[in-house]
């Protein structure tokens, strides 16, 4: 494990993001791109496209996503040259980005299987063994078939039931770990006992009792979040073959999936000598990888379960497992601190309901903290973990809303700016849980005004899995202790700037003084 664990420091000491590109890669893919660009739009001059912004000769768009905040970017954007559907052309790629729900409906619903694709990127087309897992995969035979299996076996609500006592214990160690805590009279920070949090749960889960291994995906995650953020320059020029080498990015990805993948080996080889062992877990304790294992001899999959695609699925959910439910609780806990009134609320809720001295609140009580579920609602409304969908591609020419959208166009579906139109949403920018009451609106894909997780054949399939993370961690939270800003963050003001990567977290680590409720 120490040489594993080298490796993945390794990775990240030397890692970098590669968003936009230098003026020596944009000279040397200057001719190429010229005459590629110019066959396009002989191609595309009679088509009646979306409106859009200008385009510079060779980097079309591309000075306009400069920064570290692309959501805020293409939603002013948008207001300006397209509410519901605007054209960007980015180095190569065309792009069409939807801002608004009436147009993200006629994406994800009335033409969702033409859109039901993804464009080629060459960082998780890397890290997951050419796109063999599902939110990467193209369209086709291969993702129809992981979908099913994740719905029917994977995040079944009987697997992610089975998942509870996982939960609930490792809910129990963050809540003693506080009031450890809580006695030194210091900040806790809140953001890295949430990652760890969200990390054991999700390994458990995954791998099984792999703690050891904590520490080195921890790694991993970091060195991901930093590859796949943003709009990488050799995604926007795929012709420029040459242009991965040249700027080091492939070179650090076989890196980075080198490390990644002896630390995978070893999960699975494991649990591969435990069932040779005769040590297999029973149903009740299968953990994901077990299950992929049973699904590998399996004949009429119509797809073969290979060691790749098991390490591609592995990889992915133990990555979104752990992004997901750490920023969603990260995003949680900063507006309640940031929101008093809200805070004080959601506490009362969960005392009232649930009395006095429980040691820890447990899931079968969580159905009766409808104010709770408010306040997750709203955060995922204005903090979705992923500002922008993962990119579609269509996989024909389709007419939207009057305007032409050529085959191969990807497709970028802003769910923050979605989330906030102050069309369909009071005082959008207003943090206020209440607007949930009495409201059908909710956030699995059925309401196109909120659409944290995506909708249609491409939503995420393990919502509930971690929203099950969220709702048992938040109820102790607000039932065990009493949350205040530190002294110099109360005189300054809770910052509240964002880091967009492969989630939307904080830029800044959530310090907070906790005070055990038995002791205020």
């Given at each position: 494990m120490d040489y594993l664990r080298q490796k993945m420091i390794s990775c990240s000491s030397s890692f970098e993001t590669f968003k936009i590109p230098c003026l020596f890669t944009l000279a040397s893919i200057l001719v190429v791109t010229f005459f590629i660009i110019r066959k396009q739009r002989s191609k595309t001059a009679a088509l009646n496209l979306p409106p859009g912004p200008w385009k510079l000769p060779i980097i079309g768009n591309i000075h306009q996503m400069v920064g570290d905040q692309p959501h805020r970017r293409l939603r002013n954007l948008a207001g300006k040259y397209g509410p519901d559907v605007m054209s960007l052309q980015l180095g190569e790629l065309s792009y069409i980005v939807i801002s608004t729900p009436e147009a993200a409906k006629l994406v994800m619903k009335t033409h969702d299987l033409a859109f039901a694709s993804r464009p080629y990127i060459l960082g998780p087309d890397t890290l997951y063994y050419g796109c063999k897992e599902i939110g990467f995969a193209p369209y086709g035979e291969h993702w129809r078939q992981?979908?099913?299996?994740?719905?029917?076996?994977?995040?079944?609500?009987?697997?992610?039931?089975?998942?509870?006592?996982?939960?609930?214990?490792?809910?129990?160690?963050?809540?003693?770990?506080?009031?450890?805590?809580?006695?030194?009279?210091?900040?806790?920070?809140?953001?890295?006992?949430?990652?760890?949090?969200?990390?054991?749960?999700?390994?458990?889960?995954?791998?099984?009792?792999?703690?050891e291994l904590n520490d080195a995906f921890q790694i991993v995650v970091n060195n991901i979040s930093d590859a796949f953020a943003g709009f990488k320059i050799s995604d926007l020029y795929p012709s420029f073959k040459l242009l991965p080498t040249l700027t080091g990015y492939r070179a650090k990805l076989y890196k980075l999936r080198k490390a990644t993948d002896s630390v995978l080996e070893e999960i699975i080889g494991e649990h591969r000598s435990r069932r040779r062992e005769g040590r297999k877990d029973d149903g009740e304790k299968e953990d994901l990888v077990d299950v992929?294992?049973?699904?590998?001899?399996?004949?009429?999959?119509?797809?073969?379960?290979?060691?790749?695609?098991?390490?591609?699925?592995?990889?992915?959910?133990?990555?979104?497992?752990?992004?997901?439910?750490?920023?969603?609780?990260?995003?949680?806990?900063?507006?309640?601190?940031?929101?008093?009134?809200?805070?004080?609320?959601?506490?009362?809720?969960?005392?009232?309901?649930?009395?006095?001295?429980?040691?820890?609140?447990?899931?079968?009580?969580?159905?009766?903290?409808?104010?709770?579920?408010?306040?997750?609602?709203?955060?995922?409304?204005?903090?979705?973990?992923?500002?922008?969908?993962?990119?579609?591609?269509?996989?024909?020419?389709?007419?939207?809303?009057?305007?032409?959208?050529?085959?191969?166009?990807?497709?970028?579906?802003?769910?923050?700016?979605?989330?906030?139109?102050?069309?369909?949403?009071?005082?959008p920018e207003k943090f206020y849980p209440e607007r949930f009451l009495d409201c059908s609106t909710d956030y699995k894909g059925n309401d196109f005004q909120f659409i944290p997780f995506g909708a249609g054949r491409r939503i995420c399939p393990g919502i509930s899995f971690g929203m099950a993370v969220v709702k048992l961690t938040l109820a102790n939270l607000l039932y065990h202790f009493h949350w205040e800003l530190p002294s110099e963050t109360k005189q300054e003001g809770i910052n509240m700037t964002e880091s967009f990567g492969t989630s939307l977290r904080r830029k800044n680590a959530l310090r907070l003084i906790v005070i055990p409720v038995d002791a205020a």
């Amino acid at each position: 494990m120490d040489y594993l664990r080298q490796k993945m420091i390794s990775c990240s000491s030397s890692f970098e993001t590669f968003k936009i590109p230098c003026l020596f890669t944009l000279a040397s893919i200057l001719v190429v791109t010229f005459f590629i660009i110019r066959k396009q739009r002989s191609k595309t001059a009679a088509l009646n496209l979306p409106p859009g912004p200008w385009k510079l000769p060779i980097i079309g768009n591309i000075h306009q996503m400069v920064g570290d905040q692309p959501h805020r970017r293409l939603r002013n954007l948008a207001g300006k040259y397209g509410p519901d559907v605007m054209s960007l052309q980015l180095g190569e790629l065309s792009y069409i980005v939807i801002s608004t729900p009436e147009a993200a409906k006629l994406v994800m619903k009335t033409h969702d299987l033409a859109f039901a694709s993804r464009p080629y990127i060459l960082g998780p087309d890397t890290l997951y063994y050419g796109c063999k897992e599902i939110g990467f995969a193209p369209y086709g035979e291969h993702w129809r078939q992981l979908r099913k299996i994740c719905t029917l076996e994977l995040f079944s609500a009987k697997r992610v039931q089975s998942f509870r006592h996982i939960r609930e214990e490792e809910v129990s160690n963050l809540v003693a770990s506080l009031t450890r805590s809580a006695d030194a009279g210091e900040p806790v920070n809140l953001t890295q006992m949430l990652f760890k949090l969200s990390s054991t749960v999700t390994s458990r889960a995954a791998f099984g009792e792999v703690q050891e291994l904590n520490d080195a995906f921890q790694i991993v995650v970091n060195n991901i979040s930093d590859a796949f953020a943003g709009f990488k320059i050799s995604d926007l020029y795929p012709s420029f073959k040459l242009l991965p080498t040249l700027t080091g990015y492939r070179a650090k990805l076989y890196k980075l999936r080198k490390a990644t993948d002896s630390v995978l080996e070893e999960i699975i080889g494991e649990h591969r000598s435990r069932r040779r062992e005769g040590r297999k877990d029973d149903g009740e304790k299968e953990d994901l990888v077990d299950v992929l294992l049973n699904l590998q001899g399996k004949e009429d999959l119509g797809i073969p379960i290979t060691m790749e695609v098991i390490k591609a699925v592995t990889l992915e959910i133990f990555l979104a497992g752990i992004e997901s439910s750490s920023t969603v609780l990260e995003w949680t806990m900063s507006e309640l601190v940031k929101n008093p009134r809200v805070l004080q609320k959601a506490q009362e809720e969960v005392r009232k309901m649930l009395g006095d001295g429980r040691k820890i609140v447990d899931e079968a009580s969580l159905h009766q903290l409808a104010y709770s579920d408010m306040v997750i609602s709203e955060v995922l409304r204005l903090h979705p973990p992923i500002p922008l969908l993962v990119p579609r591609e269509s996989r024909e020419k389709v007419e939207l809303n009057g305007y032409d959208v050529p085959i191969n166009t990807k497709v970028i579906v802003n769910a923050w700016a979605i989330s906030r139109d102050p069309r369909h949403w009071v005082e959008p920018e207003k943090f206020y849980p209440e607007r949930f009451l009495d409201c059908s609106t909710d956030y699995k894909g059925n309401d196109f005004q909120f659409i944290p997780f995506g909708a249609g054949r491409r939503i995420c399939p393990g919502i509930s899995f971690g929203m099950a993370v969220v709702k048992l961690t938040l109820a102790n939270l607000l039932y065990h202790f009493h949350w205040e800003l530190p002294s110099e963050t109360k005189q300054e003001g809770i910052n509240m700037t964002e880091s967009f990567g492969t989630s939307l977290r904080r830029k800044n680590a959530l310090r907070l003084i906790v005070i055990p409720v038995d002791a205020a």
